[in-house]
């Protein structure tokens, strides 16, 4: 007689194998429009702020003016926008530096959790329905690329890490206008649709409205159509999505309190523990204030920097050579500037003393209009050892040939015996261990 086998049932959602391209294959109850349209409204404004203040930054080392401050000779239409960099304020690169590092860094946690999202979208089937939609998820994968491309190597060059090939100012220079090329297209594509749900107060209005038309991640919608974002199968939920939103804010507030004290002296820097130029006491002293590379990093020597130097001064006048007490016999100036890097730490006002990059124009030759000026560090090797100011910071009667700080000598990680310091200009433009300037046309 045969045996008969019994065989159970298997409930309908475990018949098939589900995939990623599967709506149901995602069950987080905490996904939807609502979420992802906070998200996405918090990225915009803040991912437009960076990329105009990465901008800045750029323009800020005048690369037009010289090849040694260019370090994307290749560049060409892509150099548009660039203009002389002003000296006023003299806070301008200290803040619209900070602004791009910090904000960059406190948007990390939303950038992640808009990602995941919107991910089911990333696996969405077809790949293209029309030529409209499949220039979208082309535009996706700009935008997801860039973003994540420009964040990665961002944060690489805070901690000082630089394990990606190539320049840094290069890759991330043409990273920026990749994620641009993907953020305008996505633009350009669902404006109308952003308008409309703005206009209906859809983001008011509950999880049915399509607020998904507002991201630039999601595909478009109607104003009739069902929040796609949510899980048609979700798991229980163990979380609100007000609660997700309070943890992404919460992760972002975290990463603010331990890194933007490395713009700020004092208790706020001891706590920004997660940058290089925060979380140490510098002590005491006229030059205890933070530093990007030392003397004995780049080889500098007590006798390099001893009895025996002397500033050479090119000009029309000739080749002069100053020592260190034929510099501190003429007349000295004081400034009172800050330090501020593209990492994003600065320092406060520090008082600089020294003699005007004008006055020392004025022996080379041109006592009436300065013009720019070519500078040479005594360091031998390393980026920006070479660089060159324009005629308009030449000209400011801040910016310094500066021998002292604070009162005191200048140290020799601070750039003794002399040392570039310019209102507004990035840090590595106020080069250390002067050893040449050749005033004229560059």
Not at 33 to 44: D, K, P, Q
Not at 62 to 91: C, E, I, Q, R, S
Not at 226 to 253: I, Q
Not at 404 to 430: C, F, K, M, T
């Amino acid at each position: 007689m045969p045996v008969r086998r019994r065989t159970t049932a298997l409930p309908a959602r475990l018949t098939a194998l589900r995939t990623p391209a599967d709506p149901g294959f995602w069950r987080s109850p905490v996904r939807g429009a609502r979420f992802t349209a906070v998200l996405g409204m918090v990225l915009l404004a803040g991912l437009t702020l960076l990329f105009v203040t990465g901008l800045l930054s750029y323009a800020a080392y005048n690369p037009d003016l010289d090849p040694v401050n260019d370090k994307t000779p290749g560049k060409g239409w892509l150099g548009f926008y660039l203009f002389a960099w002003p000296t006023g304020p003299h806070w301008l690169y200290r803040l619209t530096q900070g602004l791009h590092v910090t904000v960059g860094i406190v948007l990390v946690p939303v950038l992640l959790a808009k990602l995941w999202s919107v991910v089911p979208r990333l696996f969405a089937l077809p790949p293209a329905r029309s030529v409209g939609h499949a220039l979208e998820r082309l535009s996706v994968l700009l935008l997801v690329g860039g973003a994540l491309f420009q964040f990665i190597t961002g944060l690489l060059n805070i901690q000082l890490d630089y394990l990606f090939p190539g320049s840094f100012y290069t890759l991330h220079f043409y990273g920026a206008w990749v994620f641009l090329a993907g953020f305008v297209t996505h633009v350009a594509l669902k404006l109308p649709q952003a308008v409309r749900v703005l206009r209906s107060g859809g983001i008011r209005r509950g999880e049915t409205s399509p607020l998904a038309a507002s991201d630039p991640l999601t595909a478009p919608e109607t104003l009739a159509a069902p929040d796609t974002l949510a899980a048609p199968d979700p798991l229980p939920a163990t979380l609100s999505r007000r609660g997700a939103l309070v943890m992404v804010g919460a992760g972002s507030l975290l990463l603010l309190i331990t890194s933007a004290g490395r713009s700020f002296d004092g208790p706020l820097r001891r706590i920004a523990l997660l940058t290089p130029r925060g979380g140490t006491d510098q002590g005491p002293g006229p030059n205890a204030f933070q530093v990007n590379k030392t003397a004995a990093a780049v080889r500098i020597t007590p006798a390099d920097t001893g009895e025996r130097w002397r500033l050479t001064v090119r000009g029309p006048a000739g080749e002069l050579r100053f020592s260190r007490a034929e510099l501190l016999a003429m007349e000295q100036h004081t400034a009172a500037l800050p330090i501020a890097c593209v990492e994003g730490w600065s320092t406060s006002d520090q008082l600089w003393r020294g003699v005007r990059l004008s006055d020392l124009a004025a022996l080379a030759g041109y006592p009436d209009n300065p013009p720019d000026v070519f500078v040479e560090s005594l360091q031998r090797s390393g980026s920006f050892r070479k660089a060159a100011l324009r005629d308009n910071q030449v000209r400011d009667g801040r910016s310094l040939l500066a021998l002292e700080v604070n009162g005191a000598p200048l140290s020799p990680d601070h750039g003794y015996p002399a040392r570039i310091i310019v209102p507004a200009a990035p840090g590595v433009l106020n080069t250390k261990w002067v050893e040449t300037l050749t005033f004229g046309e560059l």
